[in-house]
Structure formats: C-alpha cells, structure tokens
C-alpha cells in the first residue's frame, strides 16, 4: 500500500537514499528527468507544498534540480528555504570543532570534507577502513562537542557535525507552521537515521510517514528502495494532471 497524495497535503521529502539511489559519492548522483518532472507536476498540484529535507546544501539540492527550486531544508536543517525563496540559516560551527573536522580530511587519504557552512560532513564511502579512527576520533573529542554545544551525527557513510536543537524535525515543524504548508496533512518520507527526528515530531504535526528500505517508528508506509518511491511519485502526478 502506498500513501496518498491529495491536493491537500504537505509533502516532505528526504532525497538520497529516498528519492535518489545512493551513488559512491554525493556528486555522483543521478536525477532521473521523470523524477523532476513529476516533482514539478505535484508542487503545483500542492499550491507549492512539496518541500526537500536534506543533509544536502541548499546550493546542492538546487544543482541536482535544477531549474526546479521548490521549498527546502537544507544541512539537515540548518537551512531552510520557504516556499516564498527566503532562507533562514543557524549559525556556523565553533571553529574548534571545524579545525578537528578538517584536520581528519586533510590526515586519512579517501575523506571528503563537505563545508555547508552551518554544518560540516566527512564523507568515508571512498574509504570504509577509516570509520574505526574516524569513531575514536568522535570519543576524544566528546567532551569538547558537548560543551560547544555540536551535535555528531552518524549517517550512511558519513559523519556529521552540527549545532544541537538543528534539526530535520525542528526545521520540518517551522516549515511547516509556514504558507503554503499550514494547514495541511504533512507526509513525510526518508531512509536515514537523520529522519529520525522527522518521524518523532510527525504525530505533533498529526502528519503520516513513510521510510525505504526499513520500518522506522512513526513511518507508516514502507518502500522497498528509491526506485519504488519514484514509480509512486510519478503515477502520483500523472493523476494529479487529470484533476
Ligand atoms: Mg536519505
């Protein structure tokens, strides 16, 4: 069974691992031109209540999307792009915690230090034998994250940091508090432990969800991978044309 879209609902989506298959690296994602097409096609039908929630940078959303730039949240919420195109962002990382950060990227061959100003990422998939060091490297320095107030986050094959209280769920509640997202049923979908926060505030916002690839609390639908989300956009949008 899959969730429906009707013309009033809030739709929220998490886009690697959700709407994308993942690829080596983030770059090397491909957006499928139906995909977009389809995406486009609901945000109208929604009155533009169709948002992104990524890890991903505003700047790299909009590159996979282009010219399509609806609502989004970016950095894993530390951006966040109404549907009217103004963006607040949360303030930069300690620079201690930046210079830990980089110093890792620079020492272990393989790592890809991703700057999205309000968060920073080191991405492993290029180098998988790095995530033991990479976990101690994350215990040495818990205490200085605690009492700078940065959060780490463990997602697939990369590491995080960013401040506490900034979050996908955080940034989902105040979005959707906004027009034209207020008022409407939210459903949200994501695969990654990073969604997490979404799924838990999903019942304040009497919204529904769905997870890929595995049961996540709160989701209450479940697709098999990405291509089967795409595949349930994409008719979506095919019968919101004929209404
Ligand atoms: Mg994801």
Redesign the pocket.
């Given at each position: 069974m899959t969730p429906a879209i009707t013309a009033n609902t809030a739709l929220f989506l998490?886009?690697?691992?959700?709407l994308l298959d993942l690829a080596r690296t983030p770059d090397r994602v491909k957006v499928p031109r139906e995909l977009s097409r389809a995406l486009e096609k609901l945000s109208d039908h929604l009155s533009g209540a169709l948002a992104f929630v990524s890890g991903r940078s505003l700047e790299s959303i909009d590159r996979l999307f282009a010219p399509f730039r609806p609502a989004a949240i970016g950095t894993h919420g530390g951006e966040i792009r109404g549907a009217d195109g103004a963006i607040a962002r949360s303030q930069p990382l300690p620079e201690k915690v930046a210079e830990i950060f980089t110093g890792l990227a620079e020492n272990i061959p393989g790592l890809l230090l991703e700057d999205k100003r309000s968060a920073l990422a080191l991405h492993y998939r290029l180098a998988p034998e790095a995530h033991p060091v990479l976990l101690s490297a994350m215990e040495k320095h818990a205490r200085l994250f605690e009492s700078e107030n940065v959060h780490i986050l463990h997602g697939k094959a990369v590491i995080e940091a960013r401040r506490r209280g900034v979050d996908k769920g955080t940034a989902v509640a105040i979005l959707a508090k906004q027009k034209p997202f207020a008022g409407r049923a939210v459903l949200f979908g994501?695969?990654?432990t990073t969604?997490l926060d979404v799924f838990r505030i999903l019942p304040q916002l009497g919204g529904e969800g769905f997870s890929v690839g595995q049961q996540f609390p709160g989701a209450g639908y479940i697709f098999d991978s990405p291509l089967a989300v795409r595949r349930w956009l994409t008719e979506a949008a095919a019968e919101a044309q004929v209404q």
């Open positions: 998490d886009i690697d691992g959700t994501g695969d990654d969604d």
